[in-house]
């Protein structure tokens, strides 16, 4: 495993979407993780990719209802995952932004 597994695996493993799998199925999962770092403020956007909050809160805005004004939909906190189908979409939506 590389450093960036090591460390991931370190912070995700008490969260509860992560209990269901042992270390050896997180471990091939984090194969090519990497760690990266958000300024307050900086829109993420998820392309594709999945992404665990360590510390701290992102919103998910929308501008659904109105292109000129985003509204935020959801507030996320640590141990919430981004950019995976458990959220419904949520998160890796066209029409929404973190």
């Keep these: ?5 090591l460390l991931i695996l370190h912070y995700i493993h ?7 799998f042992n270390n050896e199925q997180l471990a091939r999962f984090l194969q090519n993780a990497q760690v990266k770092y958000y ?3 900086e829109l993420i956007f998820v392309d ?5 909050i360590k510390e701290g ?8 209802l109105n292109l ?12 919430r995952i981004l950019g995976h189908a458990c959220d419904d979409g949520l998160t890796s939506g066209s029409e929404q932004w973190i």
């Design 1 to 5: 495993m590389k450093n960036y597994s």
């Design 48 to 52: 594709g990719k999945v992404g665990v």
């Design 68 to 79: 000129l004004s985003p509204h935020t939909i959801a507030k996320l906190g640590a141990g």
């Design 57 to 64: 809160s992102v919103h998910v805005k929308t501008h659904t």
């Design 39 to 41: 300024d307050r403020f």
């Design 14 to 20: 008490h969260y509860p979407f992560f209990n269901r």
